[in-house]
């Protein structure tokens, strides 16, 4: 159980165009998603929480109109990389939240790297 | 600000040597606790956490963690390492102010070898 999914699990673009990517959570209902940045032998920064049929909450110093987040339902939310540039080139990584009992666990997708040439 | 430390950035062991990694918090309230485990070229995976209750938590394949509150610490042991535990382990820290997100430490990379 608790099994997130990511699509496409790596992804190169030309610089100035627009790249989504899917974040499902496969057999659990998420109301939180959340969107992680990784770079190189670093750990994991939290770029956005997002919840479902709200709007997301970004975390200083990441610009909301560059990233675009949805969260249409229960197991969906995308990151829309929009007009990347090479240095947009990172790991981006989804989690879903399964709560049970006031208790919260996030569970990892498996990541999109992104290579913006 | 509230932060997590993982003092051990590498780790070399050699196979059925003992583990013990460190993981420190930063916050005087209540806290929920996770290690996680990123295998090479694999996400991240759940391998243990804490929420309340005995403080000793057993995870998968072998390794358990410690909470000690007056240390704020949440270390990771484990009594005999396998070459196949190579990997990156983080530990993350869910802190009850009130923003639903996990913070993590900068992660230890281990090397166990044969």
């Known amino acids: 159980g608790a099994v997130v999914s990511q699509h496409p699990s790596w992804v190169i673009c030309k610089s100035g165009t627009s790249v989504k990517i899917e974040c499902r959570s496969l057999?659990?209902?998420?109301?939180?998603m959340f969107w992680y940045r990784q770079f190189p032998k670093q750990s994991l920064m939290l770029m956005a929480t997002?919840?479902?049929?709200?709007?997301?909450?970004?975390e200083q110093g990441v610009e909301k109109d560059k990233f675009l987040i949805n969260h249409a339902s229960l197991t969906l939310s995308t990151l829309t990389v929009t007009s990347a540039h090479p240095e947009d080139s990172s790991f981006y990584i989804c989690?879903?939240?399964?709560?049970?009992?006031?208790?919260?666990?996030?569970?990892f997708g498996p990541g999109t790297r992104l290579l913006v040439l | 600000a509230q932060s997590v430390s993982q003092h051990n950035h590498h780790v070399i062991l050699s196979e059925a040597a003992s583990l013990e990694l460190g993981c420190n918090y930063s916050?005087?309230?209540?806290?929920?606790l996770f290690w996680y485990v990123q295998y090479p070229g694999q996400h991240l995976q759940l391998l243990l956490k804490y929420f309340s209750g005995d403080p000793l938590v057993k995870g998968i394949k072998g390794f358990e963690a410690e909470f000690i509150k007056s240390k704020f610490s949440f270390n990771l042991r484990k009594p005999s390492v396998q070459w196949s535990d190579t990997a990156e382990y983080f530990c993350?820290?869910?802190?009850?102010?009130?923003?639903?997100?996990?913070?993590f430490g900068s992660g230890t990379r281990l090397q166990v070898q044969p």
């Open positions: 916050y005087g309230g209540t806290v929920n």
């Open positions: 997002s919840n479902e049929g709200s709007k997301a909450t970004y």
């Open positions: 989690s879903a939240s399964s709560r049970q009992d006031r208790r919260e666990t996030q569970y």
């Open positions: 057999d659990f209902q998420a109301t939180t």
């Open positions: 993350a820290v869910f802190m009850d102010t009130g923003r639903r997100a996990l913070t």
